[in-house]
């Protein structure tokens, strides 16, 4: 079956300094992998997509960036933190197409001072 | 602009009732829709998919419905269980069916009293 593997589940992080979380999948292959955030009292918002290895789609212009270095791997990255980077960190994966539901880690919380 | 609307108040209801989580979107034109479960602290977990030309999806005591003249999305929980306890996520797609890229509602968080 498959699974999905987030770390770490907490961190805590002072302004200025880097990130880097990493999301991954066993038990498929070529799936389609997605970043999310999600902060309190709001929806998740679609930070990067990826079709495949290398391929990043950005939703949203911020203070982060995304790479696929393997098929099921995938990892959000930051050179600098800022305070309104915190928020709870989805990873997630669906095979490829459409009409595919998403199955999700069970996130990052990321608290920045 | 283009909105997805769930209520943002916690829904209560008592053991045994029926629980109706209501979705509405607006300027979107979603080749389907999704419904996800989310507990505290954990990741969203799928519940069900309905497409567009389906008007009702069902799985054990969980019923979808979708009417797109409505723009709207009704998910029922029959009998429901202090179990079922958390807040449920609609998502919708915006692109046509080309992408599985999902765009997602704030949840309603449901709260079942025994």
Redesign the interface.
Known sequence: SQTIHQWPATLVQPVGSPLSLECTVEGTSNP?L?W?RQAA????Q?LF?SVGIGQISS?VPQNLSASRPQDRQFILSSKKLLLSDSGFY?C?W?S????????????T?LSIL | SQK?EQNSEALNIQEGKTATLTCNYTNYSP??L?WYRQDP??????LL?I?ENEKEKRKERLKVTFDTTLKQSLFHITASQPADSATY?C?L?N?G???????????TLLAVQP
């Open positions: 389609n997605y999310y009292g709001r929806g998740l679609l997509y939703e989805l997630a669906s490829q197409g459409s009409n595919q539901p998403q199955h999700f880690g069970d996130g919380r | 997805i080749a389907y999704q602290g954990r990741g969203p977990v799928f998919l497409r996520l998502a797609d692109y069916g080309a992408t599985n890229k999902l765009i997602f509602g704030t949840g």
